[in-house]
């Protein structure tokens, strides 16, 4: 290698090493430079007349005389400004010069500049990042920390270096569920698996700030070597409580509208208020409601006034523990009153929010009207109230008072229509002598509203009594009012002593009216209007006399007979169609039953739910009444027990026990006379023996009287024979039977008239009448009230 020096005084290297790049010098036996390169000009700051003449100590070790050439050895130099340059330096002897002379070439070595750059950001990291950073030995002893987590922990790293990190860290909850119950713990499960946990939402006390809840997200990861060997754990954690106080308070919102208002019951979406606010909320949630609203009213715009609200619900978590455990229920409502000045007072009057310390007043607002009051309570320990809070809260409320007020306006509803329908339904049972009669109805706990079930007991002519059941489709106002018209028309119906398809023919004739009037121009219906099409019916008729009950239905289940030795049996009635639908015609079904026997009508409601299939429903009642022994109230109890366990419904039930007698033959007397004229004087004997028999002195002019006419009308007008029979019940009961079909007709006679008299005379001596037809004639009936 030959070299030349340039117009600048640097010097060209020549030969076969390629220098041109390279920072490189001429050293003379003395380690003196007599030679520079423009580029070891460039990399170590010195000009060349600077530079030339001085030892290369100056800005480098010199090389070692024993190093072969060629031999690469890392150095550091210094440049002219002070700052340390790291080079690789190769020494070169030149081609034609004294053994003396020798050439260095040194080129910067990146690796240590890029090694300096990252130990230097490596520095940084640990000192300038906002996200705490710690390290642990083995044994879980902190060995280093940055500023943050000093910050954190409240002690320079002097003074916490080597304690345990379970003595650094206050007891505290995770948020992220599913590890174990400290950070101590995960720690170690992180250095003994090598399975890094991050993200891990930590919620406890900060040392350097008791008192006060903060949230961290920690990672944890274990440090080894690429031989395996393990040295310890880094943690980094930074705090997110802001950030997980929003997210709770947006899953707040988010929680209470999925839990409040699950009912249409004021009380219990009150105590589902209460019972989210303690959710983390609250220490203690109280809901005091305007008496009014529990009963389906509304406060005027005045509002409720101080002493008139009532506890509806009150919820408590745990003291000393999680803020999520509820530990106090609600009681029943209760009168509760506020003391002038304190936070309830002052929100009653003002009608706004009050703040307090660590309570905070809401009230209940609809529609600009104040319905009641929410407080809310934090006890000591926990952050006090702040603007976000007190946000959260009235968004809160006010999404709660919707609630609130759709289960009022329910509750209203449902109140009237359980008013109109306890009218509709028949208070107290009339007394008679054919069965004995025990009853239930339950209204539907359902939210779809009161049903149309129904049932009633109507006394007939002759001793007989009806007995109805029936059930109206759809729930509320509408069902209850239309279930009142079917028992109205029926009660109507009933004493006509029509047959029971008869009465059932005429009910689905009105019916089917009642449609087509509540129908438009096109004949749909109007939403709005509940007809009674498809409405069921059962009617039966018993008669104590002849113990033979007769039977017809519109749709409805038949009804379960038990006989004196506890055969159950539903008698295969034909199933006629539902009311209002027609086409098809009713047939009835009669049956003589033993004295005792046990009649049960009932709505599907009974014996049909939602889990169980009417089969199943229909087995159980046979079970239950074929065991029954007692009174009937009893088995009404046992039947609703076992069938509708709480009493819980998802469909209004009614439910009708008879039990069956026989009317004593010594108080039935009948005649066989004569269409003749003498058939009346031959009554009036037999009449007036037989009510002497019976003690009924006082009963034989007018009972004379009453048969003479009626028999008499029947020679003149009717065909025979004729029938008379005398019953005495509860009432004197007298009754003439003909075969003709043609009924008397009362008329006022005119004073020039000479006959027309005789059926008004009738009418004023006796306490009802009637006529009552059958295949084979008619029968003309009175009843008279007995002496006392």
């Known amino acids: 290698m030959s070299y030349v020096r340039t117009a600048a005084g640097d010097i060209d290297f020549r030969g076969p090493l390629d220098v041109t790049k390279a920072a490189t010098c001429v050293l003379d036996a003395h380690d003196t430079v007599i030679g520079w390169s423009s580029a070891a000009r460039e990399l170590f700051g010195y000009p060349t007349e600077e530079i030339i003449g001085r030892p290369v100590g100056t800005f480098l070790q010199p090389p070692d005389a024993s190093a072969r050439e060629r031999e690469s050895d890392v150095r550091v130099a210094v440049h002219r400004d002070g700052h340390p340059v790291h080079l690789v330096a190769t020494v070169c002897h030149l081609s034609g010069a004294g053994p003396a002379q020798r050439i ?14 990252q130990l ?50 206050p007891l505290g909850g995770f948020v992220t569920p599913g590890y174990p119950e400290t950070l101590h713990a995960v720690m170690r499960q992180v250095l003994e698996t090598g399975e890094p946990v991050v993200d891990l939402h930590f919620r406890g006390e900060q040392p350097s700030e008791p008192g006060r809840e903060h949230v961290w997200s920690c990672s944890y990861y274990r440090i080894q070597g690429t031989d395996g060997q393990v040295f310890g754990l880094c943690e980094d954690a930074f705090e997110i409580t802001d950030r997980y106080r929003a997210q709770q308070q947006l899953n707040l919102l988010v929680e209470a509208g999925r839990r409040v208002g699950t009912t249409l019951d004021v009380v219990a979406t009150a105590d589902e208020l209460a019972a989210v606010g303690v959710s983390g909320f609250a220490d203690l949630v109280e809901v005091d409601l305007a008496p009014g609203v529990l009963d389906g009213e509304m406060p005027d715009a005045a509002g409720p006034a101080g002493t008139e609200l009532m506890r509806t619900a009150a919820r408590s978590a745990a003291e000393g523990g999680a803020t999520d455990t509820v530990v106090a229920r609600s009681r029943p409502p209760c009168p509760v009153d506020y003391p002038p000045g304190s936070p309830q007072y002052r929100s009653l009057s003002s009608g706004g929010i009050v703040l307090v310390d660590d309570t905070l007043v809401v009230p209940l607002r609809v529609g600009g009207r104040a319905i009641g009051l929410v407080t809310f309570v934090r006890r000591d320990g926990s952050d006090l109230f702040d603007s976000g809070a007190v946000a959260l809260a009235d968004e809160l409320v006010a999404r709660a008072a919707v609630s609130i007020d759709n289960a009022r306006r329910y509750t209203r509803e449902r109140s009237a229509a359980l008013a109109l329908q306890r009218q509709l339904l028949p208070r107290h049972l009339p007394a008679n002598s054919a069965v004995d009669v025990a009853h239930r109805y339950l209204p539907t706990d359902d939210l779809s509203g009161v049903g149309g079930d129904w049932f009633d007991v109507i006394p007939l002519s002759g001793t007989r009594i009806g007995l109805v059941v029936g059930d109206v489709v759809g729930h509320g106002l509408h069902a209850a009012a239309t279930m009142g018209r079917l028992r109205t028309t029926v009660r109507a119906l009933a004493p006509t002593d029509l047959p029971p398809e008869e009465l059932l023919k005429r009910l689905d004739d009105l019916v089917g009216q009642s449609a087509v009037d509540a129908g438009d121009d096109t004949g749909a219906l109007s939403g709005d209007d509940d007809v009674a099409t498809g409405a069921t019916c059962l009617y039966a008729v018993y008669d104590p006399v002849s113990r033979r009950c007769t039977m017809a239905r519109a749709g409805h289940l038949p009804p379960a007979i038990v006989d004196p030795d506890g055969r159950v049996s539903f008698p295969d009635l034909p199933a006629g169609p539902p009311l209002g639908l027609g086409g098809l015609p009713f047939e009835s079904h009669e049956l003589e039953l033993p004295v005792g026997s046990l009649i049960a009508l009932f709505t599907d409601g009974l014996v049909e739910a939602r889990d169980r299939d009417i089969d199943k429903g229909l087995e159980t009642l046979g079970r239950v009444l074929s065991e029954g022994s007692g009174s009937l109230e009893e088995l009404c109890d046992r039947a609703i027990c076992e069938l509708l366990p709480g009493s819980m419904t998802t469909d209004d039930t009614a439910l009708l026990l008879v039990r069956t007698r026989e009317l004593d033959s010594r108080r039935i007397a009948t005649w066989n006379l004569p269409a003749e004229p003498v058939a009346a004087g031959r009554a009036r004997e037999l009449i007036a023996e037989r009510l002497r028999e019976w003690e009924l002195e006082e009963l034989v002019f007018p009972t004379e009287l009453i048969a003479s006419e009626l028999v008499t009308n029947a020679v003149r007008h009717a065909e025979g024979p004729l029938h008379v029979r005398l019953i005495l019940d509860r009432t004197l009961v007298c009754e003439v039977a003909d075969a003709g079909h043609t009924a008397p007709h009362l008329r006022h006679s005119a004073d020039d008239d000479e006959g027309g008299r005789g059926l008004f005379i009738v009418a004023q001596l006796v306490l009802r009448w009637g006529t009552r037809y059958s295949d084979w004639g008619k029968t003309i009936w009175t009843e008279q009230t007995l002496p006392r």
């Open 120 to 169: 230097a950001m490596l520095q940084g990291l640990a000192t300038q990042s906002p996200v705490g950073l710690a390290t642990y030995d083995t044994d879980l002893r902190l060995l280093w920390c940055n500023a943050v987590s000093e910050d954190e922990l409240g002690r320079p790293l002097e003074e916490v270096r080597g304690e345990l990190a379970e003595d650094l860290y």
């Open 104 to 117: 260095l070439v040194a080129a910067e070595y990146a690796p240590l500049r890029e090694w300096e750059t």
